[in-house]
């Protein structure tokens, strides 16, 4: 089974700065014969709400998310960036990689204001 | 629209039985695998395992393989989740979720069941 760990386990930022997120995976979440793309998506999940994707293939962006997410990284190494804190942003994140079953999630990041 | 509308909050006691739904709408239900996830109190996300709902081909993760029965009523574009005698520790929030295929990513999720097992 692939195990994903995320850094850190939490985290503030002040409103307007940036905020990055780190996730391992560990084995390769590349997969090379699927238009070499990464199974790795970010999910945000604010307090009684379900989780909410943002971004998939490691870094593109769902329809309707802010362009301030991004996502980076390949293989095993993968980032989360907020370039500029809002206070909607406040919330835990989590990777998932959707290479092979079971479908694991790191074990989130909780993300909040300075 | 896209939508998974998951039944209400449950009270059991310890040893009793407990089926779950997830009521799909607004796509093809047949053609989309159903994923459900766990989470404790307080805790991240565990992938329990995904159905297919055309021919209920099934994958679950060995944590819950056992532990949980997952099954589609095709008929009326439902995902079940199930126990035959629920514990303590099975009490936190179940979420379902679609994928277009296997592998891929969870694109909707349905709003959680709240599972609360108690004496």
């Known amino acids: 089974d692939i195990v994903m760990s995320q850094s850190p386990d939490s985290l503030a930022v002040a409103l307007g700065e940036r905020a990055t997120i780190n996730c391992t995976s560990s084995q390769s979440v590349l997969h090379s014969s699927k238009k070499s793309r990464n199974f790795l998506a970010w999910f945000q999940q604010k307090p009684g709400q379900a989780p909410n994707l943002l971004l998939y293939w490691a870094s593109t962006r769902k329809s309707g998310v802010p362009d301030r997410f991004s996502g980076s990284g390949s293989g095993t190494d993968f980032t989360l960036t907020i370039s500029s804190l809002q206070p909607e942003d406040v919330a835990v994140y989590y990777c998932?990689?959707?290479?092979?079953?079971?479908?694991?999630f790191g074990q989130g990041t909780k993300l909040g204001i300075k | 629209e896209v939508q998974l509308v998951q039944s209400g909050a449950e009270v059991k006691k310890p040893g009793e039985s407990l089926k779950i739904s997830c009521r799909a709408s607004?796509?093809?239900?047949?053609?989309?695998?159903i994923g459900w996830v766990r989470q404790l109190p307080g805790k991240g996300l565990e992938w329990m395992g995904t159905i297919y709902p055309d021919d209920s081909e099934t994958r679950y993760s060995p944590s819950f393989q056992g532990q949980v029965t997952m099954s589609v009523d095709k008929s009326i574009a439902t995902a079940y989740l199930q126990w035959s005698g629920l514990k303590t520790s099975d009490t936190g929030v179940y979420f379902c979720?679609?994928?277009?295929?296997?592998?891929?990513?969870?694109?909707?999720w349905g709003q959680g069941t709240l599972v609360t097992v108690s004496s």
């Open positions: 607004g796509y093809s239900f047949v053609y989309y695998w």
């Open positions: 998932q990689q959707y290479y092979s079953t079971p479908f694991s």
């Open positions: 979720a679609r994928m277009p295929e296997l592998p891929y990513y969870f694109d909707s």
